[in-house]
């Protein structure tokens, strides 16, 4: 299974169009965006995929950014979400609560855990947690996201 992953597109419909572009040609399975969404016209670009999506700093309508997630049968988590793919406990979040971050890190229940809010790619590990940030799709250079093969814990930063 392959997991796309992005973060940070504030509402600009062409670096989110180009990261559906990839992430379709790179045949993932499924989608986690990591917040500041910033406008539900944005959640419609993610048809293809069962999306799982957390609210960001800048997610300033987070009620209307849910029912748009719900319409297009996307997962809407709030300020934090977990899900299992493959085998894998997967975690997910903004990461404007830096000590949140910090606790999912720690806990040592997690195999992955994706975070946007800095809009600096960055994969890491922490003992057997694997803790990946795409980057952004707005206000950084490059725009960039990631994958990451299931089961495995293969993670890519993919520069748009």
Not at 14 to 24: N, Q, T
């Amino acid at each position: 299974m392959r997991l796309g992953i992005v973060s940070d597109t504030h509402g600009r419909r062409p670096g989110a169009l180009a990261a559906v572009r990839m992430l379709e040609s790179l045949e993932v399975d499924a989608v986690v965006h990591c917040g500041d969404i910033g406008d539900s016209a944005i959640i419609e670009l993610f048809a293809p995929w069962t999306t799982h999506f957390v609210q960001g700093n800048c997610d300033e309508d987070p009620a209307d950014l849910e029912a748009a997630a719900v319409a297009g049968g996307h997962v809407w988590h709030g300020l934090f979400g977990s899900f299992e793919a493959a085998g894998r406990r997967i975690a997910l979040l903004h990461s404007h609560q830096r000590e949140r971050l910090r606790q999912a890190i720690l806990c040592g229940q997690w195999d992955l855990i994706c975070y946007g809010h800095t809009h600096q790619a960055a994969i890491d590990r922490h003992g057997a947690t694997l803790v990946v940030n795409p980057g952004a799709l707005h206000r950084a250079q490059p725009h960039s996201l990631a994958i990451v093969d299931l089961p495995e814990l293969e993670p890519q930063i993919i520069r748009l």
